[in-house]
């Protein structure tokens, strides 16, 4: 999948896409979960818009290997629906598929928008349960930060602070289920379940930024690709998110 391209590029490509294929009449998923204890399969292609070499589909001469590498550039597709774009010339030019990346982005953020709007006990059920397995510290303190401060204080894109206010919107449910839960250790246990993770994403995997956002929320929908689940993850994950010291003050 484009391994010339940089990890940051990559992420992003793939939040945004939602791992399916951009083009509006497929749009499969590109993630097979691995069974038998096997990693998952990736079967999309990072494709280039403009081509990478001389000669290829909608090679532009006057870029440089970075434009032709970067986020701007690739589109996440199926092997199919690469070769079609990459053969059928006249039908997809540069201009087409640039509208068409940015129609399946808005359709991802659409989806997930709408997805939020209908979480449910069900889903936080599922998603939080998965989330307080870790151990439970009663001696670590957790502080309420205003998320424009961690926004801006972390570098977290314009991209991410629309995920973030997209998962305010249920943080009063997830409280209520948390409140409601008989076991009263079960909020601190969530919590800390978040800080031990990203405090493993930060200090090992030496992640920031989005990165790491986007990393805690594949954590917190135990890396599921529905859009339901994910719209799950994302409130819990928003919620502790002003909750908890998750990112730095």
């Known amino acids: 999948m484009g391994s010339r391209m940089n990890d940051k590029d990559l992420k992003m490509v793939c939040m945004l896409s939602g791992s399916r294929c951009a083009m509006p009449d497929c749009r499969r998923e590109l993630i097979e979960p691995g069974k038998n204890s096997d990693d998952p399969a990736i079967l999309g292609e990072l494709a280039h818009i403009k081509g990478e070499n001389p000669g290829s589909a909608r090679y532009d001469a006057n870029m440089t290997q970075e434009e032709r590498n970067g986020y701007n550039n690739r589109i996440l597709v ?70 424009k401060d961690k926004i801006k204080k972390n570098n977290l894109s314009g991209d991410v602070e629309a995920l973030i206010t997209m998962g305010l919107t249920q943080a009063n449910q997830v409280a209520d289920f948390i ?41 917190a929908a135990g890396n599921s690709k529905s859009f339901r689940e ?19 003050k």
């Not at 059920?125 to 670590?140: A, E, H, R």
């Not at 909020?187 to 030496?206: C, D, S």
């Not at 719209?231 to 994950?237: E, F, K, Q, R, T």
């Open 230 to 248: 994910k719209a799950a993850g994302l409130s819990v994950l928003v919620y502790l998110f002003e909750k908890c010291e998750v990112f730095e």
């Open 78 to 147: 199926c092997p199919n629906c690469h070769t079609k774009i990459d053969k059928q010339l006249k039908t997809y030019t540069v201009e087409v598929l640039l509208k068409i990346k940015r129609d399946h982005e808005t359709w991802v953020r659409d989806s997930l928008k709408g997805e939020v709007i209908n979480v449910s006990f069900d889903e936080l059920g599922v998603v939080t349960k998965y989330l307080s397995s870790g151990q439970y510290n009663p001696n670590v303190s957790f502080t309420v930060i205003p998320p």
């Open 179 to 219: 409140d409601r839960c008989p076991d009263v250790t079960f909020g601190e246990r969530l919590k800390q379940g978040f800080v031990n993770e990203y405090e493993r994403l930060k200090n090992t995997e030496a992640m920031t930024g989005d990165d790491l956002f986007n990393a805690l929320l594949d954590f």
